[in-house]
T-cell receptor
Framework: GENVEQHPSTLSVQEGDSAVIKCTYSDSASNYFPWYKQELGKGPQLIIDIRSNVGEKKDQRIAVTLNKTAKHFSLHITETQPEDSAVYFCAAAKDSNYQLIWGAGTKLIIKP | DAEITQSPRHKITETGRQVTLACHQTWNHNNMFWYRQDLGHGLRLIHYSYGVQDTNKGEVSDGYSVSRSNTEDLPLTLESAASSQTSVYFC???????????????FGQGTRLTVV
């Protein structure tokens, strides 16, 4: 079955710098790749997603890139702010079964 | 506003007891999911449902059961609670019908369960 690996497990960056989180997946049939942000004491919330027919997607300070050949996708956050501090999860799914397979999460710390 | 709510938010129970966690969504979504979240494991799927009377096992279903008697609710039951089931449990829902593409899943606030 599908396996999703996420790195790093913890990332500390200076406020204003960029942050990059990387994920790899194993099932070439996966075609939907969302990123979720989880703040302390809350459930995960979708921040951006990408489908396999697109190589890059951007929404203000966040962007996601997908390399289908290498089976990896990345989350990029530019001009980081204190409110970006959270745990970020990547996931992969196939449209045939709607089940998300999750990475282990990255704790992002923004240093003032 | 539509939402998804879990109750209780915190629960302490004893080993061997039966426990039920509630999940209620007002999105009218077909799909509902239960996950457990443990440090270093991310979110692991326990059970899921694609509609009323439909339930399916996820990757960590042993010791858990669900039932779907209506669209809004998917209660999760721990038949005989064990210390290994101490975790944070999340319920989620999504509106995807057969033939449609995957889309956003909405999560509840979570239930922190401690088995002593």
């Amino acid at each position: 079955g599908e396996n999703v690996e996420q790195h790093p497990s913890t990332l500390s960056v200076q406020e204003g710098d960029s942050a990059v989180i990387k994920c790899t997946y194993s099932d070439s049939a996966s075609n939907y790749f969302p990123w979720y942000k989880q703040e302390l004491g809350k459930g995960p919330q979708l921040i951006i997603d990408i489908r396999s027919n697109v190589g890059e997607k951007k929404d203000q300070r966040i962007a996601v890139t997908l390399n289908k050949t290498a089976k990896h996708f990345s989350l990029h956050i530019t001009e980081t702010q204190p409110e970006d501090s959270a745990v970020y999860f990547c996931a992969a799914a196939k449209d045939s079964n709607y089940q998300l397979i999750w990475g282990a999460g990255t704790k992002l710390i923004i240093k003032p | 506003d539509a939402e998804i709510t879990q109750s209780p938010r915190h629960k302490i129970t004893e080993t061997g007891r039966q426990v039920t966690l509630a999940c209620h969504q007002t999105w009218n979504h077909n799909n509902m999911f239960w996950y457990r979240q443990d440090l270093g494991h991310g979110l692991r799927l326990i059970h899921y449902s694609y509609g009323v009377q439909d339930t399916n096992k996820g990757e960590v279903s042993d010791g858990y059961s669900v039932s779907r008697s209506n669209t809004e609710d998917l209660p999760l039951t721990l038949e005989s609670a064990a210390s290994s089931q101490t975790s944070v449990y999340f319920c989620a829902s999504s509106e995807v019908r057969p033939g449609q593409r995957n889309t956003e899943a909405f999560f509840g606030q979570g239930t922190r369960l401690t088995v002593v």
